[in-house]
């Protein structure tokens, strides 16, 4: 079955940048919306960004708005988080997600949300 596969997480200082990547590890066209999640040790989970199936339409959580733009590559479903302007807020797990039945405009509602990669550690100092 598909697994995601991100890497691109690391080390960065305040105000640096760092660009994730998470693709399916077989072609598929079972992939619908897809998202990157986070979580640091003591916080809940967050969705801090979401992107329809399309690759047109995203959103963002209020925390990175501004700072992080998702995209995707429809031809492969390879997903993208583009973060500049990091702070030391922003260290945790980030994890992508992909829904396996349509969303339709719901792209951002987590409960779709049911294959998931196992995060890559992005730490800011």
């Known amino acids: 079955h598909v697994q995601l596969v991100e890497s691109g997480g690391g080390s960065v200082q305040a105000g640096g940048s760092l660009r994730l990547s998470c693709a399916p590890s077989q072609s598929t066209n079972s992939l619908f919306c897809m998202s990157w999640f986070r979580q640091s040790p003591g916080k809940e989970r967050e969705g801090i960004a979401f992107?329809?199936?399309?690759?047109?339409?995203?959103s963002y959580a209020d925390s990175v708005k501004g700072r992080f733009t998702i995209s995707r590559d429809v031809a492969t479903d390879t997903l993208y988080l583009q973060m500049d302007s990091l702070k030391p807020d922003d260290t945790a797990m980030y994890y992508c997600?992909?829904?396996?039945?349509?969303?339709?405009?719901?792209?951002?509602?987590?409960?779709?949300?049911?294959?998931w990669g196992q995060g890559t550690q992005v730490t800011v100092s």
């Open positions: 997600a992909a829904a396996l039945r349509p969303c339709g405009n719901q792209y951002d509602l987590t409960s779709l949300y049911s294959l």
């Open positions: 992107i329809g199936t399309g690759g047109s339409d995203a």
